[in-house]
C-alpha cells in the first residue's frame, strides 16, 4: 500500500516535471472550464498556486473580473478559512508562503 507520504512525492515531482508553458496552458484550459460551470454569483474559494503547483492567477483575476464572491485559503491555528478577496493586489504572504488575504471570512463558499 502507498503512503501518504509517497503520494504526495510521486505528485509534487510529476508537477515540479512540467515545464512553465505547460503549466500556463494547463491553467487557460482550468480558467475557461471553470468560469464556465462555477455560477457567477457563487462564492468561491481558489487556492494561491505557488512553487511548481498550477498557476491560478488567472482563475482568481477572472472571478474578480466578473464581480465573484471569492476568498483564498487562511491559516488561522489549525483552521483553514475562506478569506474574502476583492483584488490581486490585496493578496499577502501567509503561512508557509503561501500568499492570502487579510480579508472577512466568505460564507458558504463553493472550493475550487
Known sequence: MTTKA??????????????????LRAAQRITAQLTALVPKAAPTVVYVGIRHELPTLSIIEAFLHRRQPLAVPRVEGHLLIPARLHSVEDLTDGA?????STGMPLASPQIC
Open 96 to 100: 508557509f508562503g503561501v500568499p492570502t
Open 6 to 23: 509517497e503520494l504526495r512525492g510521486h505528485f509534487r515531482r510529476a508537477r515540479a516535471s512540467r515545464t512553465p508553458e505547460q503549466r
